[in-house]
């Protein structure tokens, strides 16, 4: 299962978390119409609910060694930008378990949406 977690009353930022966003947005929703990635809407959210769905990156971020607090906020705010200005994609195993996410750091190279969608990497993806 793979969810896409975004805001509809929130542009994202221009920022290297979220390059090449808008080349993809038309690929996100092509395959949310074919049942393989959910829109998850977290404008009605509340800061509470926004940080607890922000663990499942984090869990994504520890087994994989990856960064994730100032791609989605800051030391101070982890997660304040999570699935608002910064969307996020996550991908759960079928028992709902978190095993990958975008954007994300790794050895000082943001992993964007975008390289997760690209049809270079999608038969790699299992996608």
């Known amino acids: 299962m793979i969810k896409y977690y975004y805001s509809s009353t929130s542009n994202p930022y221009a920022s290297d978390s979220n ?11 092509r395959f949310s119409k074919l049942g393989k990635i959910e829109l998850v809407d977290t404008s009605p959210w509340t800061a509470g609910v926004r940080f607890d769905t922000y663990g499942d990156a984090i869990v994504v971020s520890v ?11 800051t030391n101070r705010y982890p997660a304040i930008n999570f699935g608002k200005e910064v969307p996020s994609l996550i991908i759960y195993n079928n028992e709902g378990y978190p095993i990958d996410a975008y954007p ?15 049809p270079a990497n999608l038969e ?4």
Do not use: H, W
């Not at 390059?19 to 929703?29: H, M, N, P, Y």
């Not at 943001?110 to 690209?118: G, H, N, R, W």
């Open 19 to 29: 390059r090449g966003l808008l080349e993809v947005q038309d690929e996100i929703t």
């Open 63 to 73: 087994k994989k060694k990856s960064k994730i607090r100032r791609i989605y906020g």
């Open 124 to 127: 790699e993806n299992a996608f």
């Open 104 to 118: 994300r750091e790794e050895n000082g190279i943001v992993l964007t949406i975008k390289s997760f969608l690209d």
